[in-house]
Protein backbone atom coordinates (compact mmCIF):
# COMPACT_ATOMS: atom_id res chain seq x y z
CA UNK A 1 0.00 0.00 0.00
CA UNK A 2 1.53 3.64 -1.03
CA UNK A 3 0.06 6.75 0.20
CA UNK A 4 1.03 9.87 -1.83
CA UNK A 5 0.43 13.09 0.06
CA UNK A 6 0.55 16.48 -1.75
CA UNK A 7 -0.88 20.16 -1.26
CA UNK A 8 1.75 21.69 0.60
CA UNK A 9 3.57 24.88 -0.34
CA UNK A 10 3.89 28.10 1.07
CA UNK A 11 1.17 31.06 2.09
CA UNK A 12 0.88 33.59 4.21
CA UNK A 13 -0.41 34.02 7.62
CA UNK A 14 -4.62 33.68 7.65
CA UNK A 15 -4.26 31.72 3.83
CA UNK A 16 -5.22 28.50 2.99
CA UNK A 17 -3.86 25.32 1.67
CA UNK A 18 -5.87 21.64 1.21
CA UNK A 19 -3.81 18.70 1.32
CA UNK A 20 -4.53 15.67 0.02
CA UNK A 21 -2.82 11.75 0.53
CA UNK A 22 -4.09 8.77 -1.92
CA UNK A 23 -3.91 5.59 -1.47
CA UNK A 24 -3.16 2.74 -3.71
CA UNK A 25 -2.01 -0.40 -4.33
CA UNK A 26 -3.43 -4.03 -3.37
CA UNK A 27 -5.86 -3.86 0.00
CA UNK A 28 -9.21 -4.53 0.66
CA UNK A 29 -10.33 -1.42 2.90
CA UNK A 30 -8.83 1.33 4.10
CA UNK A 31 -10.22 1.94 7.82
CA UNK A 32 -8.82 4.92 10.01
CA UNK A 33 -6.77 7.79 7.85
CA UNK A 34 -4.98 10.03 9.87
CA UNK A 35 -2.64 13.18 9.32
CA UNK A 36 0.42 13.66 11.40
CA UNK A 37 2.76 16.78 11.47
CA UNK A 38 6.12 17.43 12.41
CA UNK A 39 7.99 20.75 13.06
CA UNK A 40 11.60 20.91 13.17
CA UNK A 41 13.16 19.98 16.35
CA UNK A 42 9.70 19.12 17.55
CA UNK A 43 8.26 15.04 17.45
CA UNK A 44 5.66 14.12 14.67
CA UNK A 45 2.18 15.03 16.55
CA UNK A 46 -1.27 13.55 15.06
CA UNK A 47 -3.52 16.64 13.65
CA UNK A 48 -6.50 14.70 12.65
CA UNK A 49 -7.90 11.66 11.73
CA UNK A 50 -11.15 10.43 10.10
CA UNK A 51 -12.88 6.87 9.96
CA UNK A 52 -14.01 5.58 7.24
CA UNK A 53 -17.83 6.14 7.97
CA UNK A 54 -16.58 10.13 8.40
CA UNK A 55 -16.41 10.66 12.04
CA UNK A 56 -13.46 13.18 12.58
CA UNK A 57 -11.35 14.26 15.46
CA UNK A 58 -8.76 16.58 15.51
CA UNK A 59 -6.32 18.41 18.21
CA UNK A 60 -7.37 21.24 20.07
CA UNK A 61 -5.14 23.80 17.94
CA UNK A 62 -6.81 23.50 14.56
CA UNK A 63 -10.04 22.79 15.60
CA UNK A 64 -12.45 25.34 13.76
CA UNK A 65 -9.60 25.90 10.87
CA UNK A 66 -9.16 22.51 9.75
CA UNK A 67 -11.66 19.84 7.96
CA UNK A 68 -10.85 16.75 7.38
CA UNK A 69 -12.36 14.61 4.81
CA UNK A 70 -12.29 11.48 2.53
CA UNK A 71 -13.49 10.31 -0.38
CA UNK A 72 -14.08 6.37 -0.47
CA UNK A 73 -14.39 5.85 -3.87
CA UNK A 74 -11.14 7.45 -4.36
CA UNK A 75 -9.15 5.98 -1.37
CA UNK A 76 -8.31 9.81 -1.01
CA UNK A 77 -8.11 11.76 1.79
CA UNK A 78 -8.05 15.51 2.55
CA UNK A 79 -6.73 18.51 5.02
CA UNK A 80 -8.50 21.96 4.10
CA UNK A 81 -6.51 24.51 6.30
CA UNK A 82 -7.76 27.61 6.53
CA UNK A 83 -6.55 30.84 8.99
CA UNK A 84 -3.08 29.13 8.67
CA UNK A 85 -0.96 30.47 11.34
CA UNK A 86 3.27 30.55 11.85
CA UNK A 87 2.73 27.71 14.07
CA UNK A 88 1.49 25.46 11.67
CA UNK A 89 4.42 25.17 9.89
CA UNK A 90 5.35 21.94 9.39
CA UNK A 91 5.86 18.74 7.31
CA UNK A 92 2.84 16.91 6.92
CA UNK A 93 2.43 13.14 7.00
CA UNK A 94 -0.37 10.89 6.02
CA UNK A 95 -1.04 7.71 8.03
CA UNK A 96 -3.44 4.48 7.28
CA UNK A 97 -4.81 1.54 8.26
CA UNK A 98 -5.19 -1.22 5.45
CA UNK A 99 -6.86 -4.06 6.10
CA UNK A 100 -4.84 -6.33 3.15
CA UNK A 101 -4.93 -10.09 2.36
CA UNK A 102 -1.99 -11.98 3.37
CA UNK A 103 -2.71 -15.40 3.83
CA UNK A 104 -6.13 -14.31 5.97
CA UNK A 105 -7.15 -10.84 6.38
CA UNK A 106 -4.24 -8.49 8.55
CA UNK A 107 -4.58 -4.77 9.57
CA UNK A 108 -1.55 -3.16 8.68
CA UNK A 109 -0.25 0.54 9.03
CA UNK A 110 0.64 2.50 6.71
CA UNK A 111 3.04 5.93 5.78
CA UNK A 112 3.30 8.39 3.22
CA UNK A 113 5.89 10.97 2.43
CA UNK A 114 5.55 14.42 3.97
CA UNK A 115 4.54 17.19 2.21
CA UNK A 116 6.09 20.58 3.47
CA UNK A 117 3.16 23.44 4.37
CA UNK A 118 5.32 26.86 5.37
CA UNK A 119 3.09 29.98 7.25
CA UNK A 120 5.01 33.19 6.90
CA UNK A 121 4.20 35.83 8.91
Known amino acids: VQLQASGGGLVQTGGSLRLSCAAS????????MRWYRQAPGNQRVLVAL???????NYTDSVKGRFTISRDNAKNTMYLQMNSLKPEDTATYYC????????????????WGQGTLVTVSS
Open 50 to 56: VYSGGLA
Open 25 to 32: GSFFSINV
Open 95 to 110: NADALIIDGGYRLRNY
